[in-house]
């Protein structure tokens, strides 16, 4: 009886070993493709030796450390499972480069349960003839981005189309062409640019990434480029911890721009706890704003937010023609402070084709906008069905500026703060907020940053952030509308029992 325990023990253990896969070891260095690649002495050398590997559940590609891989690294129906996933990595010391000069650095078509972490991938330039992406998944499930950095790449730093549960997190994507980050539905038909088809990719979690100097593609001329994060034809997905910076600057068109951070044509997603700041379009570009919750998106949220210094508005309500019904969306607890001051002109931002399905309902409550280019919302001709806008701050600057602009009549604005910068200067009274019967016209007494601050933030301490916060003393507090909630302010507090919510995105601080 021990003989044949001590035999299942070691058979349990042999299984064990051969069950976590084999690792396959790429140099450029010391390597040689004659090798069997299975250890760090007796390395691969190229990265197109991957493609003849029969990956197995559990095997990993593990690249050399601070080399440089003057190769693409393609990949074709590789599948992996749940707890014994491929992997492709660096090993040794720093990340593995991989150099793809004019095209993709690394595609994976087809395939599931793959990991890519710890590399860093770099193209020629956008402006040097690259056409490829940093890192490309095509019709992959259960896949896994994470700790990369992507640069120099015409098309985008990530992109993924098709899939479903795809998790990208510390990504440092930059100076790319089209976008940072790109999620999509689509497919071959859409002659290399995204599709607006139905919502086919499911479950998308992007965090802790950041897209900065992303200016636009060249390859592009009938669409815009140079966003920062993009999801298009996404359901449930989730944008978070994210930073988005100084995009969109060189998009090589006129007409529709470039965002910062945005979805279209997607079902319930959440952008929460971002940072969108100083994005550009061309120079006769539309958008560059902060945030977009764009055509066809249903039952999505973006709260917690910070959107600053963009030259468009810098929460975006948009709908285009051919896009899907755009309904059930919700704007909460954001902050916008200096934007529009090219495009909209305005902190929240609403444009509906005319040859557009209506908008639907959406509900924006709690923010704090601060805005001197022109209004707190600006509604542009269009169609608009049920959108309602309570417990807000519009704080306006310079000129003589409207409240609300455009067409605003079949919205339903209750129980928000007005108030002008410029009259208080100039003695003058206070304008009217009539679209607004319960409309509260007072100096909001908030903490605004010194004009000369740009507002350089840690993006996991923006809860933290001192500026925007209402004195003990300002009539902001707890004189806000009760909504079915609670719903937590910018700094993660919930309203104590029995009191009513402040305006703006911060509750006030009680007195003791």
Known sequence: MRISISILLMFLLLSGCSSSGHKYYFSSVNGDDRNDGLSERFPFRTLSRAGSLALKPGDAILLAGREVFDDSLVLENINGQSGKEIAISSYGQGRAIIMADKGTALKIKAGSHVNVRNIRVM??????????????????DYAVIDSVEAEGFGWCGVRVTGGKHVKITHVYAHDNGFAGINVEAGGSDCGGLPCSGTKSVYDVYVGFCTAANNPGS????????????LLGGVTRGVIEYCEAMNNGWDMPREGNG?????????????????????????????????????????????????????????????QYAGATKWDNNTVYCNISYLDGMKNGKSGVFVWCDPYAVPMGTAYVFNN?????????CNFQPGSYRGMLFYNNIFLVGSGEKKMAGGDSLTSTFRHNLYWSQWHQYRNLPQPEASFDREALVAD?????????????????????????????????????????????????????IGNKPSLGAFLCKTKK
Request: charged residues 15%; contains cysteine.
């Open 218 to 229: 060249p390859m592009v001329r009938n669409n815009h480029s140079g966003n920062g994060i």
């Open 123 to 140: 193209g020629s330039g956008r402006l040097m003839g690259n056409t490829g992406s940093g890192i490309d998944l095509y019709g992959v």
């Open 444 to 496: 909001p007494l908030l903490n605004l940053p010194p004009q000369d601050d740009s507002l350089k933030i840690d993006v996991m301490y923006l809860k933290d952030i001192p500026w925007f916060r209402p004195a003990e003393e300002s009539p902001v507090c707890h004189t806000g509308i009760n909504l079915p909630g609670p719903f937590p302010d910018f700094a993660g507090l919930i309203p104590a």
């Open 368 to 376: 704090t906008i601060i805005n001197v280019a022109g209004y707190g």
């Open 258 to 318: 470039p965002v910062g951070i945005w979805t279209y044509m997607s079902d319930s997603i959440v952008i929460q706890y971002c940072y969108s700041h100083h994005n550009k379009t061309s120079p006769r570009g539309a958008d560059g704003g902060g945030f977009d919750l764009d055509g066809g998106v249903t039952n999505s949220v973006v709260r917690w937010n910070l959107s600053a210094f963009n030259e468009g508005g810098g929460y975006g309500l948009f």
